[in-house]
């Protein structure tokens, strides 16, 4: 039996045990299309939650649809083409913030859930800042199921212990270890395909803007031309040139960037806390012992979050049993099913509460940093910026890789930002 079966059922077992199941909805039956890009490494979790709704709604046939790809990046296209299409599935997966928000819901694509809230009393146990991101002008319109924790710094604690090495604070830190590791031919640290590197971008703009810069980036309060964000893109090529980007960083999926972290190729991997779910759920390693984190250097303080949500497309096919699902993502039960195999926490305030023993070291920790430190929305994963950014934002990278110039990239970045009408613009 699969490593991850093992522990779904575990996890079942520990909450019937404990008594937190979901109220059942009049769920007619027929086909529920579930549309996400969680498929093959990354399909645990949801796997998990859609036996536990096979489990309550047996007469309903899920079909698991997926398209393969990290962060959404060719799923968003093909949702694109069937939504405008008048062929949306049941319920998809989509970030909180501005992926949603200025995406599909100011398209009226998507449907208020607020009476749903009202029903399932979600007002009293989800954080008012997280609602906020999925609300527009009086409507709530999708069901978070998680909290991720963007831009951890990862790393092998033995790996470190031989080459020497500790885990750097700042900059300069990162960049004296980098040079350490490049003398003994270890690449200081691994990235992958091009949102991997976006990813990155926005840890190092976060570390030299500090947390009020970084706001007000995306608020429209500090110019993406301006010095501060010269320095953000001096500081990015540095970092750039401790990494394999020139290498073989295009053909490697995050999962396949994790893969050389573990065999001692490289030192670390900027990611975010899917990676916990990597390592543990699939590879089986223990964290703070196999694996550790670490803030990213000079962002100590800061929890840079996103948070996968679904909702009910307008004209949904089988709107009873969508309704269904999103009751049971956002239940104690459907919650404590899905985070502990996913490497995140819980959208709810209470569900770690209620069986804390399912939540391992990282996890714990984590929803401790989500509870107590400044909260930051993060770029790359569809908080503080719309789709269209995000997608043009691909293109100034590749200016910056390709001219290395910190100023192209910055008038670049203005450009995208007005054209996207993202950065307050
Ligand atoms: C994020 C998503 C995570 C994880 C990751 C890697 O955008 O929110 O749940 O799937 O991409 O694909």
Known sequence: MKRHLILFIAILALQL????????????????????????????????????????????????????????????????????????????????????IGTWVIANRMQDLTWLYEEEGWFDVLPQGLIDQLSYEGGIYSVPVNIHRAGVLWYIPQNLDSWGISVPTTLDEFYAVCSTLQSQGITPLVVGEAWTVIHLWDQVALSVLGADGYEDLWNGDLSPSGSEMIAVWDAFGRVLDCTNIHDNAAGLSWQQATDVLVAGDAAFNVMGDWVAGYLSTTLGLTPGEDYGWADFPHTEGTFTWLSDTFGLPVDAPNESAAIAWLRLLGSVEGQNTFNPLKGSIPARVDAVGAVPELYNVYLQAAADDWAHERLIGSMMHGVVANERFMGDFNQVLDIYVQSRSSAGAAAAMEEVCIQAGACGF
Request: glycine share 14%; proline share 5%.
């Open 17 to 100: 045990m404990i008594g937190g199941v979901v109220a059942q909805e009049q769920a007619e039956g027929g086909v529920l299309e579930i549309f996400s890009w969680w498929a093959g490494d990354e399909g645990p979790a949801l796997e998990a939650l859609i036996a536990l709704y096979n489990l309550h709604y047996p007469q309903v046939k899920v079909i698991n649809a997926t398209v393969t790809g990290g962060a959404g990046i060719n799923f968003r296209a093909v949702l694109k083409t069937r939504m405008l299409g008048g062929n949306p599935p049941d319920s998809f997966q989509v970030h909180a913030g501005q992926e949603l």
